[in-house]
Nanobody, 116 residues
Framework: QVQLVESGGGLVQPGGSLRLSCAASRGILRIYNMGWYRQAPGKQRELVAAITSGGSTNYADSVKGRFTISRDNAKNTVYLEMNSLKPEDTAVYYC??????????WGQGTQVTVSS
C-alpha cells in the first residue's frame, strides 16, 4: 500500500508562487505514475498535472506554462511548482500514485488559497 502526505499549501496573493510536495511514507514512488489533482468547492476533482515513471509530463490546459510537476526519486517525493497563481487556482490539491496491479492511492490534500 502506498501512503502519501501532501504539504506546502497556504494563502498566497495573485501572481505569487507555491511549491507543493508529495512525500511517500510507504512505497517507492520512482516506479509509479504520479499525478496532482485539485478540487474546488462544488466542483469535480480534476487532473492538474501528471508524470510517468519514465519522466513524461502532461498538464491541464488551464495550468500550462504556469505549473511544473517533477520528481526527486532520491527523496521519494513528487513536487508541483505553481507560478503566476490566479484566484481560480484556489482548491484542495491532492497527490495520486498509480501502482502497478493495485488501486490508486491518494493523500489527504493540502489547501491552496489565492486571494488578496
Amino acid at each position: 500500500q502506498v501512503q502519501l502526505v501532501e504539504s506546502g499549501g497556504g494563502l498566497v496573493q495573485p501572481g505569487g508562487s507555491l511549491r507543493l510536495s508529495c512525500a511517500a511514507s510507504r512505497g517507492i514512488l520512482r516506479i509509479y505514475n504520479m499525478g496532482w489533482y485539485r478540487q474546488a468547492p462544488g466542483k469535480q476533482r480534476e487532473l492538474v498535472a501528471a508524470i510517468t515513471s519514465g519522466g513524461s509530463t502532461n498538464y491541464a490546459d488551464s495550468v500550462k506554462g504556469r505549473f511544473t510537476i517533477s520528481r526527486d526519486n532520491a527523496k521519494n517525493t513528487v513536487y508541483l511548482e505553481m507560478n503566476s497563481l490566479k484566484p481560480e487556482d484556489t482548491a484542495v490539491y491532492y497527490c495520486n500514485a498509480d501502482p502497478p496491479f493495485a488501486l490508486p492511492s491518494w493523500g489527504q490534500g493540502t489547501q491552496v488559497t489565492v486571494s488578496s
